[in-house]
């Protein structure tokens, strides 16, 4: 069987079907196999340019375990006491910490002791949903709403009617605190799964227990456990092809027979797991045979793209930990350029992830740093391409805002490569550089979403594209799904 893509999901489809004796080859058309798991060089240092967050260690866990392997075998975790530092350019600097004692005590000094009492309860709320929804929905082949109520009973639905029926996220936050520094910092959560918080549900405040449950940095980079990955999948006998193109996939008598590769190469295959966007297949680019495979996601539909900078940089005047968020005031002015007019930012919010650090405000020896550096965009790369001055312009907002907040990042030709939507959608095609498949946007997106079963016999489907949803170990549940759905369409024979 062929696995297309070899990101965290292709990945862990492979090592669930190979260690179970199945013959599995991968196509990866990158030089090395990590999908959105990428490195970006500047000045000779490797940055991990795609996911910087290591979070819901028990998935790794238990496809390792799986695997016979230790995770802490395999990969070097170490785990962040201080969730990320937030600042904003007009209102101070706030530590959400891992501990939540420790974040109500930061908040109190922040905002108030009102607002840390708010925090907590926001805290146990957050944990009340996560554990309605881990087993229902996220651990779920596919969940639909008549079978999500049905599993969730009376407590359960409780729980999320207590959240307000068909409250946004954004709404919901409101509630919760007064300080609206509040509301954009955990209101970044659905940015998360590629939303808007004035239009994601508000069972998205989830996200809050899955840090609280556990951030990491992982000692290499994020590439590391790509590497980790793809050297389990080969211990178990998975073949995996770097700079293999494939073309189309073959569909003959109504189901999958192989794949052609774009030198004309030919692998026959009963089944196929196509690890890469749905929109890739509706709109043809895998074959016009494997276009009903899936519905197109509208381009309305389509979650954020970005505009990154991966930089090898000096840096001075603000105490940079691994992650770090930067906030403007007008937030929602963000979301409507993005969303509503298609245009890069006005007033962004910027992420940047310091990777040579942990929690500690020491910075590095070195004269540079590696740093991502991440603004929110509209996945039109498709469509336009921004042009030089405007990506500029941009940028000359989002290092603007780094400066009110006290950070001095030396930023040049030399040391910084852009990465733009267009960049995204070459990389990711069919996706308009939309890197979280749908948007998150009203409270029946999680159902809109595909499962693991196309619409052709022996075709599967994982990533960020499908449920559970998108994110490093979302994706990598949804390769375990498809791999359990292949075996059992196989009579679990394997």
């Known amino acids: 069987m062929v696995v297309i893509g070899a990101g965290a999901a292709g990945l862990s489809a492979a090592i669930d079907l190979a260690r179970r004796g199945l013959s599995v080859t991968v196509l990866e058309r990158a030089a090395e196999p990590g999908g959105k798991l990428r490195q970006v060089h500047a ?23 799986d695997a016979g392997v230790r995770l802490d075998e395999a990969l070097a975790l170490t785990p962040l006491s ?64 008549t079978g999500l109520t049905r599993a969730l009973g009376p407590a359960g639905l409780a729980t999320l009617w207590r959240l307000g029926p068909l409250q946004t996220l954004w709404r ?40 609280m ?42 189901r999958v027979r192989g794949v052609l590769l774009a030198d004309g190469e030919r692998l026959a295959a009963d089944s196929v797991v196509f690890n890469g966007d749905v929109g ?11 276009r009903p495979a899936a519905r197109p996601v509208p381009a309305g539909a389509r979650s954020l793209s970005a505009l990154t900078w991966s930089m090898n940089a000096p840096t001075e005047g603000f ?7 930067f906030f403007d005031q007008d937030y929602a002015s963000e979301f409507s350029d993005v969303f509503g007019r298609g245009q890069l930012p006005r007033r962004p919010t910027v992420y940047l992830c310091a990777q040579d650090r942990l929690d500690h405000d020491a910075a590095p020896a070195a004269a540079g740093e590696r740093l991502l550096c991440l603004v929110n965009a509209p996945p039109v790369g498709d469509r336009r391409a921004f042009e030089p001055p405007e990506i500029e312009a941009c940028a000359e907002r989002a290092f603007g805002l780094l400066a009110r907040c006290g950070l001095q990042v030396t930023r040049n030709a030399a040391n910084a490569v852009v990465t733009t939507p267009a960049d995204f959608e070459r990389l990711f095609p069919a996706t308009g550089g ?17 499962g693991s079963a196309s619409r052709i016999p022996g075709l599967w489907l994982a990533g960020g594209s499908v449920h559970p949803g998108p994110g490093v170990p979302m994706a ?19």
Not at 172 to 190: E, V
Not at 280 to 290: D, I, Q, R, V, W
Not at 439 to 447: L, N
């Open 43 to 65: 000045l000779g240092a490797g940055i991990d340019s795609g996911p910087t967050v290591f979070t819901m260690r028990w998935v790794f866990e238990s496809l390792f375990a």
């Open 82 to 145: 201080v969730l990320a530092r937030h600042a904003w350019g007009e209102g101070g600097r706030l530590d959400l910490f891992a501990d939540r004692e420790r974040s109500a005590q930061a908040i109190g000094e922040f905002s108030g002791p009102q607002e840390a009492r708010r925090f907590l309860a926001f805290c146990e709320q957050a944990a009340a949903v996560y554990r309605t929804l881990e087993g229902p929905y996220i651990r779920s082949a596919r969940p639909t709403l």
């Open 172 to 211: 919901s936050l409101a509630r919760h605190f007064h300080d609206p520094r509040l509301q954009q910092l955990f209101g970044r959560y659905a940015t998360y799964c590629g939303g808007s918080p004035m239009r994601a549900p508000a069972t998205l405040m989830l996200v809050a227990q899955v840090e």
């Open 213 to 254: 449950d556990g951030v990491w940095a992982v000692r290499g980079g994020m590439i590391a456990l790509a590497r980790a990955l793809a050297g389990l999948a080969q211990r178990h006998g998975a073949q995996i092809r770097c700079q293999a193109h494939c073309e189309r996939i073959l569909v003959e008598g109504g």
């Open 280 to 290: 890739a297949l509706a709109s043809g680019l895998l074959g016009e045979a494997a």
């Open 319 to 325: 105490p940079l930990l691994h992650h770090n968020v």
């Open 434 to 450: 939309a890197l979280y498949g749908r948007a998150s946007h009203g409270w029946m997106t999680p159902f809109a979403r595909p």
């Open 476 to 494: 990598t549940l949804s390769g375990r799904l498809a791999a359990q759905a292949l075996i059992a369409g196989l009579g679990g024979s394997a």
